[in-house]
């Protein structure tokens, strides 16, 4: 593995960008963003600044969402200079296996490219077909799917489209998507163990499921920024990329665009178009990898917010002003102001009352859930000076908390569908509402539990801070057991 290649540091002013205006966009972005976890911003190959929202960290990674896809199309560019396939070939001469005996025009007519550029001629997300495939072949499940449309003619974002890519890098190549990009891109950038999630046969999910590190991202995008050069090597060709980020689809299906949107500019090979001549790969719930050419600038985010517009919006009118041509007079004053904010970014914890008098009455005790409705059995309490321990039980077994009292308490658990880092703490926000507070700090999500005590009695309700599901808070009620 070639060494381990780490950013140069530099100040903001000396690659032309005003400290004062960095730190005027971390100020907007906490008043107007829950969440952001963290940001790198790299100018003429330099980071400028870097900051994560505690507990949130520079050595964790961080679930990507669709900003996995970006990945994907650049295997699909290896693969392809490679000689394994062409953007001409199509989809089902991959598969003759999962083709379906009646194969419509529409589907013969799809090509690699179609599948790049979200042109497949579906009109519907074929990803949910996936889950319903009871033998957990997606690709049997995406290729009977109905093409209502002539590919190429139609955009529609289909998650599905990105796994076939996958499953194609894998059918020609003989290694998952992940083992062909190691040698290739990871390791060539520098970026260790990421990790991808698979379908049930062993094919890696390609438009979501890769976790990298935020200054991991950093490095993807400049690699594009630089056009496929590497420290002296060519990983990837700077045609591809020039194909990979220009608009290779209309995505309004010839609709007129709302300029002011980052999602109405044209869509390329798994990449979005931006406004101001950039272009950037992107995941559910704010991932973010900007790419900058007019600006040499790169912009990693990662975060945990419902409206992904908004962090552009304040690129765009704040950091985007301050980047200069030349170097800047060397400002320590405000220098010095942006690193202590940099240094001290922390996600809040809920405002209330440190304990309760109610805490010697309930401690120890496990309250058992009546309702079929609930997802755990039983919920028991156990207060301590420092801390508090939330224990669960369900068809699983027992699964614990540890929460800090007015802090986060960073501890790990299975409470969740799987293994999770978390951050909690526990608040009062009256004598008999407690609120417990868990971010599972390696991804976007923090749930918030609302408990309110009775006599006998706790009404528990949770809350996620983003979702896929349509919100819902239960109020589900349990008694001293």
């Known amino acids: 593995m070639a060494a381990a290649f780490q950013f140069p540091r530099s100040t903001p002013e000396s690659q032309g960008v005003d400290s004062g205006a960095i730190l005027h966009w971390i100020e907007e972005i906490e008043k107007k963003v829950q969440s952001l976890h963290s940001f790198m911003l790299v100018r003429h190959g330099k980071v400028i600044a870097e900051g994560w929202w505690y507990p949130y960290a520079a050595q964790h990674p961080h679930m990507l969402f669709s900003l996995s896809k970006s990945y994907t199309s650049t295997a699909v560019g290896m693969a392809i200079a490679e000689g394994y396939f062409s953007l001409e070939d199509s989809v089902i001469s991959f598969f003759p296996e999962e083709t379906p005996a009646e194969v419509s025009p529409n589907l013969t007519a799809m090509k690699v490219k179609h599948l790049l550029s979200m042109n497949t ?25 109905p093409v209502t449309h002539e590919p190429g003619s139609h955009f529609l974002y289909n998650t599905g489209a990105t796994y076939m890519l996958s499953a194609i890098v894998q059918k020609t190549t003989g290694q998952k998507l992940i083992d062909y990009l190691k040698p290739r891109l990871f390791e060539p950038l520098g970026i260790e163990n990421p990790t991808w999630q698979e379908c049930p046969r062993g094919i890696n999910t390609g438009g979501f499921g890769l976790n990298v590190r935020t200054e991991d991202i950093a490095r993807f995008g400049q690699l594009y920024l630089q056009r496929g050069e590497w420290q002296g090597k060519t990983l990837l060709s700077s045609e591809w990329i020039a194909q990979a980020t220009s608009t290779q689809s209309d995505n309004l299906n010839h609709a007129e665009p709302n300029l002011q949107s980052d999602w109405q500019q044209g869509y390329g090979f798994q990449f979005w178009r931006c406004r ?20 040499d600038t790169v912009l990693a985010i990662t975060s945990g917010l419902g409206d992904m517009q908004v962090p552009l919006d304040l690129v765009w009118d704040i950091l985007l002003p301050a980047m ?23 996600l809040p914890v809920s405002v209330g009352s440190l304990s309760s008098a109610l805490e010697t009455k309930i401690s120890g005790k496990t309250f058992v859930y009546e309702s079929e409705q609930a997802p755990v059995q039983s919920i028991h309490f156990d207060f301590q000076p420092q801390r508090c321990i939330v224990t669960t039980h369900d068809k ?49 999500f923090c749930y ?5 005590f009775g006599e006998e009695t706790v009404s528990t309700s949770m809350h996620t801070n983003v979702s896929f599901m349509p919100e819902e808070q239960k109020s589900l009620l349990a008694h001293i057991a």
């Not at 608040?427 to 991804?443: G, P, R």
């Open 448 to 452: 918030t539990n609302t408990c309110r």
């Open 121 to 145: 001629g579906h009109s519907e997300d074929t990803t949910a077909s996936f889950w319903q495939n009871s033998e957990g072949n997606w690709v049997k499940a995406f290729l009977a799917q």
């Open 276 to 295: 101001h001549n950039s272009y950037r790969g992107d995941g559910a719930f704010g991932q973010y990898c900007v790419v900058m050419p007019d600006q």
């Open 324 to 346: 200069h041509a030349e170097a800047l007079p060397d400002n320590s004053e405000v220098q010095a102001k942006l690193t202590a904010a940099l240094g001290s970014l922390n």
């Open 396 to 444: 699983h077994g027992e699964h614990q908390l540890d929460l800090g009292r007015g802090e986060w308490l960073l501890s790990e658990t299975d409470a969740f569908e799987e293994p999770a880092l978390t951050a909690g703490c526990i608040t009062w926000k009256d004598e008999s509402t407690l609120e417990i507070t868990v971010y599972a700090y390696t991804t976007p």
